[in-house]
């Protein structure tokens, strides 16, 4: 151990720390650290705008809050539960996913993992050129094409800065956008909370059983379940001793606590006003502005950028440590650099395509939540009949005690996938119209009651939690009866393919 390390690292210094598990001398902090990452990547005013997309399903403001409510709670406490992975592990989600999917066989996991990742990245970068642009446009100062290209250079630098320089800036950052956003937002709610009528959102009418269940899997997979994949990365730097309780709660409680508030103040506005309702589908951020005096459309731009910011920097670091896991032999810094480049090549598409966001926005969503769904149910269950620590060596030997590439888990990420594209449909995208295809046998067909109801979400989780708890608990206990294994080296760390050093 160099002395450097010893006595921690720069925020400034490139962590080189990639999937390999964190030695007992780095690990450091309490649970409650954990609230300032998850409370700033989900301060976003585009909670807002969620406001809008959950009555867009025909409820009533009672049912989209029940909706919102239970959808956020109950998916990011699915976030905290994994987060235990980290603490026992100390590596990336990815890679203690192997414990459950098998070291190659995770690499199917590793990258729906990459591409969901590296699609929010894109969609906040997105978001956040275009609000820039919309508040410009109303200062007078341009707002067109140019300001949209400078908006996209700051804020992609911005964010992959964060990315390839790694945890210690990313704390940091989180901890100042936590507290400057936290206060920007309180301003905005003062402003503009006289435009909220009470008579228009209470004479919303009820909605089908079958649309609130659409909006709170919509919730769902908005928020937690859009995280649950990379929620050890931020737990796997605590100490082992460190309460599970704590990791769980901080977890939840960080992630949930902007969200719950920005919803329902967002479903109070869209209720009260149809036509911020429907430009919201256009312009999520930007269209919020159009409620506020121009003396606060620079704040709000602070506000709205980094908010956005704060959930890409989470995304991007994420999306590094899931590209490296599933085999290139590449360093994690070098990962963040190349899902920065997509990113930026993402965002050109969206802000300058002229597609529809909430178009592109819902398909990703729901197309990805299925076999993110699938995974999760797998990995939760895998984690709950886990008694010990994860055995480190093993998560990264193809012929150790996790195996290759184990068939029941991989049999039911594929069945789950399977059943749960069956069940969703998308309206919002045309490539999509193959989805839905098991709604057919009894549930009304593609235009039924259910055919927006999006249960192939969880019903993918179902099978894969269920699954696992029935016909995974044997090799749970096989796997946690055998020695501890050989250490390993960062070489093999980066290389999951290496040549096997124990076999079983």
Known sequence: MTESTKQGRSALQVEMQGIDVIADVDRKGSPRDLFWP?????????????????????????????????????????????????????????????????????RVASVLSWILTVGWETVLTALATLATATVFARLGWGGG????????????????????????????????????????????????????????????????????????????????????????????????????????GWTTFGASLAPLLLVVFGLLLAGSDSALNEAISADPIGALTTLLPTWYLVPFAIVAVAGLIGGAVLDIYSSGLALTSTGLPIKRPVAAGIDGLIMVLGTVYIVFGGDSFFGVFQGFLITLGVPIAAWCGIMLADILQRRQNYDEGDLYRPSGRY???????????AVGTVA???????????????????????????EGAWAFSNLGVLVALLIGFLGTLILRAGAVRRQEALPPSAPITSDVAVSPVAPPTKAI
């Open 38 to 106: 998850w409370f700033a990547a989900n301060v976003s005013v585009l909670g807002i705008s969620y406001g809008s997309w959950v009555l867009g399903f025909g409820i009533s403001f009672g049912q989209a809050t029940i909706a919102s409510v239970i959808g956020i709670i109950v998916s990011f406490l699915l976030c905290g539960f994994v987060s235990l992975a980290g603490k026992r592990g100390s590596a990336p989600t990815m890679v203690l996913s192997r414990a459950a999917l098998g070291v190659r066989g995770n």
């Open 145 to 248: 094409d140019t300001t949209k290209v400078v908006a996209l250079i700051v804020v992609a630098l911005l964010i992959i800065a964060g990315g390839v320089i790694g945890f210690d800036l990313i704390m940091r950052m989180q901890t100042v956008i936590t507290i400057v956003t936290g206060v920007l937002t309180v301003g905005y709610v003062a402003l503009v909370y006289p435009h909220i009528s009470w008579a228009a959102v209470s004479a919303i009418p009820d909605g089908s059983t079958e649309a609130l269940i659409g909006a709170l899997v919509f919730m769902m997979t908005g928020f937690g379940l859009g995280w649950v994949n990379m929620a050890a990365d931020y737990s796997r730097y605590l100490p082992r001793h460190t309460s599970s309780g704590g990791v769980v």
């Open 403 to 413: 195996g290759d590439v184990p068939a029941v888990p991989m049999i039911l990420l």
């Open 420 to 446: 749960g594209w069956g069940l969703v449909t998308n309206s919002y995208a045309d490539w999509l119209g193959w989805q839905g295809y098991l709604l057919d046998l009894g549930l009304g067909g593609r």
